[in-house]
């Protein structure tokens, strides 16, 4: 008997040997790319710039929701990238070029957070470009619905 739980304790190590690399890699990152060169921030990186609340309703969500981000502005500016356009990239390979002008005129963020929590990567996270549409009524359509892009993985910005 002591051979078995010799065994199970062997096989137990090398079983969190190998998933715990797995899980310490599973904070998401996000990549800026400008002319500045490529920064990537993980989600404790840009908690630590500070989030800011957007309530708003959006046509993928079921009433008010609650998100929490770090402004797109100030995000840029920690990367050092600056240009007229950024091109937002998900997981799936859309992207959508937006007007950096929007990010300070409209006070966009890159929510990490929906109603407290995280997002999770098969329901609009980790990364979501918001907009307040409902602090405007000009954004509640396209082209702004178009640039609320889930699961963003990097943003390019010329």
């Known amino acids: 008997m002591s051979q078995l739980r010799y065994l199970a ?7 969190a040997a190998f998933v715990t690399p ?9 990549t ?14 840009l908690e630590a710039m500070g989030l800011v609340s957007i309530k708003t309703a959006t046509p993928w969500n079921k009433g008010v929701v609650n998100f929490e981000g770090v402004p797109l502005a100030l995000l840029l500016d920690k ?12 997981l ?3 992207s959508v070029d937006i007007p950096t002008a929007d990010f300070a005129q409209y006070g ?8 407290g929590a995280y997002m999770p990567v098969d329901d609009q996270g980790p990364y979501f470009v918001m907009y307040p549409f409902d602090s405007n009524p000009a954004l509640r359509g396209q082209p702004y619905y ?3 892009v889930w699961q963003v993985k990097a943003i390019a910005v010329q």
């Open 9 to 15: 304790a062997v096989a137990f190590v090398m079983l």
């Open 22 to 30: 797995a899980i310490a890699q599973q904070v998401p990152v996000v």
């Open 32 to 45: 800026i790319t400008s002319a500045s060169g490529k920064v990537t921030f993980d989600r404790n990186q």
């Open 79 to 90: 990367a050092n990238a600056h240009g007229t356009t950024a091109t937002v990239s998900a």
């Open 92 to 94: 799936n390979d859309y």
């Open 108 to 115: 966009v963020i890159l929510a990490l957070k929906r109603d």
């Open 146 to 148: 178009g640039r609320a």
